[in-house]
């Protein structure tokens, strides 16, 4: 099968997103597949003749993760002078032609379901949710606002614009966040006034919006959800501070324990309340819920991500290998999907 593996873009996730790109692009080499693996926003120059048949190694120029942030100023001006439009060259053209698009794509313009909503127009099968669904769940405020109307437990929190007068506040400790952000960049832990303020003016600084919860203390996991059925939960505990994006993505950084050692029934209240989200943000495929669970043992879910990564570190893969599925056979069971 040919097969475009969609990664890079211009969010703050874009490294995140390329290391998911050549790991997959790898698994699906392993499985047969006639695979490439394409940046959308830089595109390729090159010839396209005959590209999926060529024996090209795709993979081989991806470095490992940053501890920071990459640096979107230096990737946009990569970008050829006179060049429209977000996708880079060929990006279309390849797509069209492959039999589907595995999308590697993680965070603003990939997983927020603009292009899932350019493929739908043009006939193109991909991976993942649809662009409704990958809308509504990459917006964290319209994602509280769902999990309130079904009565999910998460954090009690608040919507807030930038500049807009704020008519009530969280208690300290509290969670800044950005509303549309991804891999806890934007995100910060305010415990007084002055915190509070610098952690808006991060917020802020990836989205017009942020929202603004309830710190929950105790302990973290996370739930993978195939086909509407939950995996085994993973817990995750950092080593020092809290899962942002060092500790995500360097090895090494984080103990991360599948299947979490909690009570069996635990355990299933936090796979029922995964399945639920999946239901409720009305989500196709495939998803990961993150959740906390304070020291009395209650469980609050804080949000979905439509593209879970798959980086050597990542969460998704390693609750389906504790069920016995493969990387291999879990990017094979994802390409699946993209043809229902």
């Known amino acids: 099968m040919k097969v475009v593996v969609l990664a890079g873009g ?5 490294d995140v997103s390329l290391i998911s790109g050549k790991m997959i692009y790898n698994a699906l080499k392993k499985n047969g597949h006639k695979a490439i693996i394409l940046d959308v926003y830089l595109g390729y ?7 999926f048949e060529k024996d090209t190694d795709w993979a081989g120029s991806i470095a490992k993760i940053s501890e920071k942030n990459p640096n979107l100023d230096q990737i946009k001006a990569m970008r050829k ?16 032609e492959a039999d589907a698009v595995f999308m590697a794509l993680h965070g603003q313009n990939g997983e927020d379901g603009k292009i899932q909503a350019t493929f ?49 506040k969280v208690p300290f400790p509290c969670i800044v966040k950005a509303a549309c952000g991804g891999s806890s960049v934007g995100v910060t832990i305010a415990r007084n006034e002055h915190e509070y303020e610098l952690a808006k003016a991060e917020a802020f600084k990836y989205d017009p919006e942020a929202v603004i919860e309830q710190y929950i203390e105790g302990r973290e996991f996370s739930v993978g959800v195939m086909d ?20 995500k993505y360097q090895e090494g950084s984080t103990v991360e324990t599948c299947p979490a050692d909690i009570p069996d029934d635990k355990t299933k209240e936090m796979q029922e309340i995964a399945e639920r989200v999946f239901a409720a943000l009305r989500l196709k495929n495939y998803a990961r819920m993150d959740f906390m669970m304070n020291h009395d043992g209650e469980i609050f879910c804080l949000e979905a991500n439509t593209l879970p990564g798959m980086t050597p570190t990542s969460l998704l893969p390693q609750e389906a290998a504790a069920v016995g599925v493969s990387f291999e056979e879990l990017c094979e069971k994802i390409l699946k999907f993209a043809f229902r």
């Open 10 to 14: 211009t969010s703050t996730e874009r």
């Open 81 to 96: 002078a006179g060049t429209k439009g977000f996708f880079g060259p060929n990006v279309i053209k390849l797509c069209q």
């Open 120 to 168: 739908e127009l043009m006939g193109i099968p991909y991976t993942g949710t649809d662009f409704v669904s990958a809308a509504m769940s990459m917006d964290k405020g319209i994602t509280k606002d769902i999990f309130y109307a079904n009565n999910i437990p998460t954090p009690a929190g608040i919507r807030l614009k930038k500049g807009e007068k704020e008519e009530r």
């Open 228 to 247: 509407g059925k939950a995996l085994p939960v993973i817990e995750i505990a950092p080593k020092q501070g809290f899962y942002d994006y060092k500790n």
């Open 45 to 51: 120059e090159g010839d396209t003749d005959d590209i």
